[in-house]
């Protein structure tokens, strides 16, 4: 069984009697067996005449750099392509804490995996360099951050300090667009932030890195096993989770923090779940009070 996430009309050629679809797709999807049905459903027939693949994974085809720019850059500097690729995702050469350089903008790899902020960028005998995140071990601290109110604060200084006893990077894990405008549109909250503002706060709290999450409807469907086995180490090396104690993960919220604390023991993590803040009233401090409460309700 497969399943099809979106499918959106982009072109329709009357003359040719050609459609242009534009299909997100789960593993082991055919896009040609996908025409066929199309055909089939239409009362007619059809097949493919072009077919490219603009996403797998974490990649997409706007990050992609020339073969031929691969080919000068492990002539001229092996080391950056290596950091590259395993910073991309592809765990086959060992980081070596250097920066990527990539000969033209549309190569910059702004993926689904970082939101790069401009300060991480400079220009250097007409190149644009970017900084990445190293593959390293580190303690990881999960959640939206929308606000970065005190108790996100109170997490994220958690984290800091879990990191320098440990002598681990600080990391800090959110997603854009939030999960809740994915998950359900129609009640969409409102922003706090702009995701260039919270990677600022969350920052400002001492955090080594942050990583942004390209959190799309197949994102959304993804189980928190493959996001805590799969998904974080091709970007980090784990060894302590944290998150609050409201915190959860995976398809429909499956993951509590209790199970959280099961695949992190599972994969050799330690995990620590972080106390909710309460005000001086004694509620306890959230983003869904503080729009509220930016909005007059």
Known sequence: ?????????????????????????????????????????????????????TTSGAFRVQNAHRIE????????DPLAVADYFTCAGVPSFEPQGRRVSADNDSALPESCLYR????????????????????????????????????????????????????LLSVAVTFDPLPAAVIRPASAPAYLMTVDERCAAIRNCGIDEVIVVDFTP?????????????????????????????????????????????????NGMDFIVHDLIKDDTGEVISSTRLRAAVLGK
């Open 1 to 53: 069984e497969i399943e099809v996430y979106a499918a959106e009309l982009k072109d329709l050629d009357t003359e040719q009697y050609r459609w242009t679809v534009d299909f997100r797709v789960s593993k082991g999807s055919y896009i040609r067996a996908l025409a066929r049905d199309i055909g089939q459903a239409a009362g007619t027939v059809a097949h493919l005449s072009a077919l490219r693949r």
């Open 69 to 76: 720019t691969i080919e000068q850059a492990c002539v001229t």
């Open 116 to 167: 790069l902020q401009p300060e991480d960028f400079d220009s250097r005998e007409g190149l644009r360099i970017v900084s990445r995140p190293r593959l390293a071990e580190a303690a990881v601290a999960l959640g939206t951050f929308d606000g970065v109110h005190e108790g996100h604060r109170a997490l994220l200084q958690a984290a800091v300090a879990e990191a320098q006893g440990r002598g």
């Open 218 to 266: 197949a994102f959304a469907q993804r189980e928190a096993a493959w996001f805590v086995e799969q998904f974080l180490p091709t970007v980090v090396r784990p060894r302590v989770l944290l998150a609050g104690r409201n915190f959860r993960l995976g398809r429909g919220g499956e993951c509590d923090v209790a199970g959280l604390d099961v695949l992190a023991q599972k």
